[in-house]
Structures are given as structure tokens and as C-alpha cells.
């Protein structure tokens, strides 16, 4: 494994340049990424630290900084080291403010304003707490989102990843013989998603589960015969009523996310169109 070392310097949470950085490393095999991230650089002194261990620990240097005095310094001090310097939003805002014919205006943690946007999104998470695992049933039809699957499918983390893009998602678990809430039946506006996985995948999870809480293993939780029955009749259910299916045995939180939002997003196309 080749050891390389990221530095992430941004101006405000630094989950942006994070992510990219993750995700570009990820491409390459044999490689073992050490992340050293720095947020809220927006002073000398705090951007001094941060260039004290880029000296320490030499690597790969990728910024979102929109103050052009702290950049240029960071830019001439790891020429001066001859390292790589990246700002990866840079191309982004090249190409859309040639699109729309519009100047630039440099706001550090500007996708972070208290605007209407993140108190929306606030809600989302407040909803997506009160309505987790079946929970305020009696008002579901105010969600977005309802994720219904047996138990172990990721749906409380899906639901709060959801919640994070502003999405309001509850969700339901699917349990054998114990029918469904009656409002979940009989709502008309949310979409409802079903959440199945390989039976022999959750077995394997349900049992290292039991092993965290120290619960006992011989249990129908874990039959792998009475799990697969346990997934089919989700699976039919699901069937019968329509619902869109996701499999998430081989799918991250994030792409499950993804395939809801684009999901939802159709749906709301379709009913104002």
C-alpha cells in the first residue's frame, strides 16, 4: 500500500472538499489515504497550523478557500515545498459564472447561510426522529418519503440521510404478522418506498448485531429459512400495493438516498404535471 497523505483546508465545515477528496482517492488502487483536515481557516493564524503540518507531513493539498490573500500564501507556500495545490471548486465556478455572465462573489461557508433552505432541513430531521420505526403513525401523511422493510434493511440511516437533503421520511418496519399501521394504507401523497437485502446478508448482520447487545443467537431473527420467508413476504406485500422496491444489499446509504430522491423527484414531476 502506498501511503498518501491529503491535506483539506477549507474556509467553512469542509465536508465539500472532504468528500471530493474521498471520492478521487477511492479510484486509485494500493493506496492508503491519511486525511488531515483543517476547517474554518479564514485567519492567518489558523491557516499557520495548517501549513505547520503540511511541512510535517508532506502530501496532497486540496482547498476551498475563497479569501484570495489566504489562498495565494497557501498556494506559494506549497510551490515553495513543491507540492500539489488544488482549489476544486475553481472549474465549477469558472464555467457557471461564463454560463450565467455573473461575477463571482466570494462568501466562505456560503452554502451554509440560515436561510429558508436549512431550516427546512432542520424540520426534515426533526420529522424524520419523531417518525423513526413506526413511531406518530397518525400523522405520516405529512412525510415525503415512508420507507417500509424488515428489520436491518438501513432504514433509520437512510431516513436521516434523507432528512439531511430536506426531505421529511419516516419510516415503517415490516415485522411478521403484525400488520402495518392502517394509515400507512391508507394515505395518498407520501411515496413509499420498500427496502428489501439478501436474506443470507442480513442474517450475517442481524447476528453481529445480537453479538454487540449480548442476545442470545438462537433465535427466529437469525433462522435463515424463517428470514428469506421473512423478506418474500415483505417483498409481496410490497408487490400488492404497488410500491417501488430497492434492493440495498450491495448499495451504500448514499446510493439508496440517491435512488429515492430520484424517486420522489419523478413522482413530484408527475402529479404537477
Same mark, same amino acid.
Given at each position: 500500500m502506498t501511503l498518501l497523505h491529503v491535506h483539506v483546508i477549507s474556509d467553512s465545515t469542509g465536508e465539500t472538499a472532504g468528500t471530493y477528496a474521498r471520492a478521487a482517492v477511492a479510484q486509485f488502487e494500493g493506496v492508503e489515504m491519511r486525511e488531515h483536515l483543517w476547517t474554518m481557516i479564514r485567519t492567518e493564524s489558523a491557516?499557520?497550523? &495548517?501549513? &505547520?503540518? %503540511?511541512? &510535517?507531513?508532506?502530501?496532497?493539498?486540496?482547498? =476551498?478557500l475563497v479569501d484570495e490573500k489566504l489562498r495565494a500564501r497557501l498556494e506559494e507556500s506549497c510551490r515553495r515545498l513543491h507540492l500539489p495545490c488544488l482549489s476544486i471548486l475553481d472549474p465549477a465556478l469558472a464555467a457557471l459564472g461564463a454560463y450565467l455572465g455573473a461575477e463571482i462573489k466570494a462568501r466562505p461557508g456560503g452554502q451554509h447561510v440560515m436561510d429558508a433552505?436549512?431550516?427546512? #432541513? %432542520?424540520?426534515?430531521?426533526?420529522?424524520?426522529?419523531?417518525?423513526?420505526d413506526g413511531q406518530s403513525s397518525r400523522s405520516l401523511d405529512r412525510a415525503d418519503v415512508i420507507l417500509v422493510g424488515v428489520s436491518r434493511t438501513s432504514k433509520t440511516p437512510t431516513c436521516i440521510y434523507l432528512a439531511q437533503r430536506g426531505l421529511k421520511a419516516a419510516n415503517v418496519p415490516f415485522v411478521p404478522d403484525c400488520p402495518l399501521p392502517a394509515e400507512l394504507l391508507e394515505i395518498k401523497w407520501p411515496l413509499i418506498v420498500g427496502l428489501t437485502k439478501d436474506p443470507k446478508r442480513l442474517v450475517q448482520i442481524r447476528r453481529n448485531r445480537l453479538l454487540?447487545?449480548? @442476545?442470545?443467537?438462537? =433465535?427466529?431473527?437469525?433462522?435463515?429459512? @424463517?428470514?428469506? #420467508?421473512?423478506?418474500?413476504e415483505a417483498r409481496k406485500l410490497f408487490a400488492a400495493h404497488g410500491w417501488p422496491v430497492i434492493d440495498v444489499t450491495r448499495r451504500s446509504i448514499e446510493e439508496t438516498a440517491a435512488s429515492i430522491i430520484q424517486l420522489h423527484t419523478r413522482r413530484r414531476e408527475e402529479q404537477q404535471g
Open positions: 491557516l499557520d497550523e &495548517a501549513l &505547520a503540518r %503540511i511541512h &510535517a507531513h508532506p502530501g496532497f493539498v486540496m482547498f =476551498t433552505e436549512y431550516f427546512s #432541513r %432542520i424540520e426534515a430531521m426533526q420529522f424524520s426522529l419523531a417518525h423513526d454487540q447487545l449480548n @442476545k442470545d443467537q438462537d =433465535t427466529d431473527y437469525v433462522d435463515l429459512e @424463517k428470514v428469506a #420467508r421473512e423478506v418474500s
